[in-house]
């Protein structure tokens, strides 16, 4: 039985080792899995925070032309040299009206 019992404890030794072969397998799984899970969270976490960023962005803006009239009137002038650029380059040219005067 003394040789039974040394095949016992080499089983029990073998099956000790590979069990805590299949848990640090198990371990670098959930491991894995949980780095997975946050760059994921982080992704969706960033997504959503750039949407945010984007809309203060714009409410920044908004306050800034509210209390800074110049930022208000720059833009002001902007859009009616815009506006001019597109009226004339829509007209005739000055001699084309000319012409039409005079004939």
Do not use: A, G, W
């Not at 306050?63 to 009226?87: T, V, W």
């Amino acid at each position: 039985t003394q040789f039974e019992n040394h095949l016992i404890h080499q089983l029990q030794k073998t099956e000790n080792f590979v069990s805590s072969k299949i848990q640090n397998q198990e371990i670098k799984y959930q491991n894995l899995i949980n780095k997975i899970e946050n760059s994921f969270n982080n992704f969706r976490i960033n997504f959503e925070n750039e949407k945010t960023i984007d809309q203060k962005l714009d409410e920044l803006s908004k306050k800034l032309i509210q209390k800074n009239p110049l930022i208000n009137l720059e833009s002001k002038i902007d859009q009616i040299i815009k506006n001019l650029k597109l009226k004339f380059s829509s007209e005739k040219s000055l001699d084309e009206k000319i012409n039409d005067i005079i004939i």
